[in-house]
């Protein structure tokens, strides 16, 4: 399969297309309903208490932080699968924090560049996260989801994109707004990196921006 266009924006979903309202994940809304929903979920598909199914959350955090669901895998055999879509089916309207004018933006983009969606999240909040955005059909086709082995935090997931949209290291640019997961994964797999961040921050990255809207003089549009 030829590619038309000479370059692949990857671009990352929270953070980039969106911020939350409340700031951040850690203190946002859908963090709270995550973990409330995975206490329902807990608490009928292992029939365990109220007190027992804070106690296996709270064992959880200490072991595998954030990743309920892997530890939900190894610990008690739960299928991931059947847990994100129980779990992370939640609307994101009122959660996501819309940008004016992304779509003619990410539109514009498309004119002269490849591009695809990597995050770590599930597909199914990431496809409720789109449609709340007026973009999924932007990136239908090419979106990569967190559900499997492949993943940003396993240093893996870029490398996969790249290699199966056809394009070199090279000729990538990763935009994200987390140092470890997005930047530094470009940078060891020999693309270019964008941050973005308000703040000023030591950074491995090739460019900092604001937001996402920043692109524009780094790709010339």
């Not at 990352?12 to 850690?26: C, I, N, P, V």
């Not at 109220?50 to 932080?65: C, N, P, Q, W």
């Not at 396993?154 to 000729?171: D, H, I, T, Y």
């Not at 941050?195 to 090739?206: F, Y």
Request: charged share 30%; hydrophobic share 40%.
């Amino acid at each position: 399969m030829k590619q038309d266009k000479k370059k692949l924006l990857i671009f990352d979903m929270d953070g980039t297309l969106y911020t939350f309202k409340e700031g951040s994940f850690s203190k946002s809304v859908l963090r709270k309903k995550v973990l409330e929903n995975a206490s329902h979920y807990i608490a009928k598909k292992l029939n365990k208490s109220k007190s027992e199914t804070r106690d296996i959350l709270e064992y959880i955090e200490v072991k595998y932080g954030e990743d309920i669901s892997l530890a939900l895998e190894k610990e008690y055999g739960i299928n991931k699968n059947d847990y994100f879509n129980v779990v992370w089916n939640i609307s994101a309207k009122g959660i996501v924090k819309r940008k004016p004018r992304l779509r003619e933006f990410l539109l514009k983009i498309r004119e002269k560049y490849s591009y695809a969606l990597v995050s770590d999240a599930p597909i199914i909040w990431m496809m409720n996260v789109l449609k709340e955005l007026d973009v999924e059909d932007i990136f239908k086709n090419k979106i990569y989801s967190g559900e499997g082995r492949l993943r940003k935090v396993f240093g893996n997931s870029l490398q996969f994109v790249a290699s199966e949209l056809m394009f070199k290291p090279e000729n990538c640019i990763v935009v994200g707004d987390q140092e470890n997961t997005d930047i530094v994964q470009a940078k060891n797999n020999g693309m270019l990196a964008v941050l973005i961040s308000e703040h000023e921050k030591i950074t491995e990255a090739d460019y900092v921006i604001k937001d996402i809207f920043g692109l524009r003089d780094i790709l010339k549009l």
